[in-house]
Nanobody, 122 residues
Framework: QVQLVESGGGLVQAGGSLRLSCAAS????????RGWFRQAPGKEREFVAA????????YYADSVKGRFTISRDNAKNTVYLQMNSLNPEDTAVYYC???????????????WGQGTQVTVSS
C-alpha cells in the first residue's frame, strides 16, 4: 500500500502562484510514476501532469503547459506541482496519484491522495 498526502492548496487571485506537494509513504518502490490530476465541480477528473522516477520524462496537459511544472525529490518521496499564472479555469480539487507507469489515463494509477482544493478568484 502507498499513502499519498497532498498539501499546498488554497485561494489565490488570478495571475498568482501556488505550489502543491504530494508526500508518499508505505511500499512506494513499485509505484514510481507520479501524476497530478484535477476535478472541477460537475466535470470529469482530468490529467494535469506526470513525471517518471528519474524525472527526465515529464508530461503536461496542453491547458497547463508553460505555466505548471512538475518535479520530484526522491529522497523525500515527494512530488511537487508549481503552478504559475493561475486563472479561474484552474479552480479544482487537485489529486496526486502513484502508479507503475507514466500515463495520462487516471485508471492506470493505483493509489490516490485525498485531494487539495485550489481556488482562483478573478
Amino acid at each position: 500500500q502507498v499513502q499519498l498526502v497532498e498539501s499546498g492548496g488554497g485561494l489565490v487571485q488570478a495571475g498568482g502562484s501556488l505550489r502543491l506537494s504530494c508526500a508518499a509513504s508505505g511500499r512506494t518502490f513499485g509505484s514510481i510514476a507520479r501524476g497530478w490530476f484535477r476535478q472541477a465541480p460537475g466535470k470529469e477528473r482530468e490529467f494535469v501532469a506526470a513525471i517518471a522516477w528519474s524525472a527526465d520524462s515529464t508530461y503536461y496537459a496542453d491547458s497547463v503547459k508553460g505555466r505548471f511544472t512538475i518535479s520530484r525529490d526522491n529522497a523525500k518521496n515527494t512530488v511537487y506541482l508549481q503552478m504559475n499564472s493561475l486563472n479561474p479555469e484552474d479552480t479544482a480539487v487537485y489529486y496526486c496519484a502513484a502508479g507503475r507507469v507514466v500515463v495520462i489515463d487516471p485508471t492506470r494509477y493505483d493509489y490516490w491522495g485525498q485531494g487539495t482544493q485550489v481556488t482562483v478568484s478573478s
